[in-house]
Structures are given as structure tokens and as C-alpha cells.
């Protein structure tokens, strides 16, 4: 089963645009993490937040978790026509840090 | 380091076949997974070993898949026999090497499609 839910499920921006996409989940976890999936490739992991932390930076990047609301959100700021990708979150369920369970993603299209 | 390398890259088989996926994971990686990602389900995490031996195969869909990883840097993932509804892109990921034990590395796929 899905723990994490991504949305929006599709979202098209412009270049310089910010673009925000959110991750609601159901049970307790050690950490969250988000990927980014070019068409056709495997997936490539772009940042981790643990449990007990609020926010997280990583270049145009920007990952806040709510342990209260079980929700993230990932900022990318001034998005470029090369982020254009799926943008999963996965998470690890307490008592593992490695049986990532991983949502169904957001299609974010950036046009130049 | 090359990351992780899976073969073949495209797989067609007929139903019935027996299909072998392969994986080499990144060299000092102690953790191993095979996961499938279809439009319906998205990404499922069908088992993972650590240190070769494996440590959850409560995603494997049936008997008719196996894995195995008979040393470090090498593993299967093995469908017998296959069926339509195998058809799926299945990817390899190791982690572990101590700095990022969390992070996954992804290989770039294989996409199985059973006729």
C-alpha cells in the first residue's frame, strides 16, 4: 500500500516560477526522503529530512516536514526547463530506516 | 564509481519464459533492493538484503518470483514463469558506505514486458 501521497499529481510551471509540491503520509516515521525522476531513468535522491527535524535546505531547494500533520513540502525556487521530472517522496516507517514505501509522484513540467 | 549497473536494459519475453534480471550494486554498499514501478501501483519495494541475506520479501507479488544475491556485488531477480502482468519496470538500488546510509542509489531500470 501507498504511504506516501503526493500532490498535486501534475503541475506545470514557468521557468523562474517556483513550483511547490506536497506529500501527505499515514504512520510514524524515522525519516522522509524526496526523488527526482527523469523520463525513462531511475531515480536520484535529492534530499533527507529526519523525524525530528523542521526544515532542510539543499541549493534551489527547500523540504519542510510536519510530524503533527504528517505532510511535507518540497520548494524547488527558480525552477529551470531542466527540472522537469516526477518528484516522489518516500518514507521509512518507525522502527526502520530502510524499507522506503514510496508515493505515486508529481509530474512537474517547467516551460522555458 | 559507475553506480549501480542492471541488465538487460529491455527484456521481451512470452508468457510462460523464465526471465533473470541482474544487478551489480555500488561497490561498499551493504544494502540491496529490487523494486517495480508500474502506471497502477507505482514503486513497490519487492525485497531487500542486507549483507547478502535477505531481510524483508514481504513485497514479492508470488512464488514465481525469487532473488538471491550470492556475494556483495552481485544479485538476481528471477521470474518463473512469467505472466503479462509481470510487465513492469524493475529497478535495482544499494545503499549503505556509511556517510549516506539512508540515500538510495537507483540503477537505471529494466524494462520486462511479458506478451
Known amino acids: 500500500s501507498q504511504q506516501g501521497e503526493e500532490d498535486p499529481q501534475a503541475l506545470s510551471i514557468q521557468e523562474g516560477e517556483n513550483a511547490t509540491m506536497n506529500c501527505s503520509y499515514k504512520?510514524?516515521?524515522?525519516?522522509l526522503q524526496w526523488y527526482r525522476q527523469n523520463s525513462g531513468r531511475g531515480l536520484v535522491h535529492l534530499i533527507l529530512?529526519?523525524?525530528?527535524?523542521r526544515e532542510k535546505h539543499s541549493g534551489r531547494l527547500r523540504v519542510t516536514l510536519d510530524t503533527s500533520k504528517k505532510s511535507s513540502s518540497l520548494l524547488i525556487t527558480a525552477s529551470r526547463a531542466a527540472d522537469t521530472a516526477s518528484y516522489f517522496c518516500a518514507t521509512a516507517p518507525g522502527g526502520s530506516n530502510y524499507k522506503l514505501t514510496f508515493g505515486k509522484g508529481t509530474l512537474l513540467t517547467v516551460n522555458p | 564509481d559507475a553506480g549501480v549497473i542492471q541488465s538487460p536494459r529491455h527484456e521481451v519475453t512470452e508468457m510462460g519464459q523464465e526471465v533473470t534480471l541482474r544487478c551489480k550494486p555500488i561497490?561498499?554498499?551493504?544494502?540491496l533492493f529490487w523494486y517495480r514501478q508500474t502506471m497502477m501501483r507505482g514503486l513497490e519495494l519487492l525485497i531487500y538484503?542486507?549483507?547478502?541475506?535477505?531481510?524483508?520479501d514481504s513485497g514479492m507479488p508470488e512464488d514465481r518470483f525469487s532473488a538471491k544475491m550470492p556475494n556483495a556485488s552481485f544479485s538476481t531477480l528471477k521470474i518463473q514463469p512469467s505472466e503479462p502482468r509481470d510487465s513492469a519496470v524493475y529497478f535495482c538500488?544499494?545503499?549503505?558506505?556509511?556517510?549516506?546510509?539512508?540515500?538510495?542509489?537507483f540503477g537505471p531500470g529494466t524494462r520486462l514486458t511479458v506478451l
Open positions: 529530512i529526519r523525524s525530528n527535524e
Open positions: 538484503f542486507n549483507n547478502n541475506v535477505p531481510i524483508d
Open positions: 561497490s561498499g554498499h551493504d544494502y
Open positions: 504512520t510514524s516515521i524515522n525519516n
Open positions: 538500488a544499494s545503499s549503505g558506505g556509511g556517510r549516506s546510509y539512508n540515500e538510495q542509489f
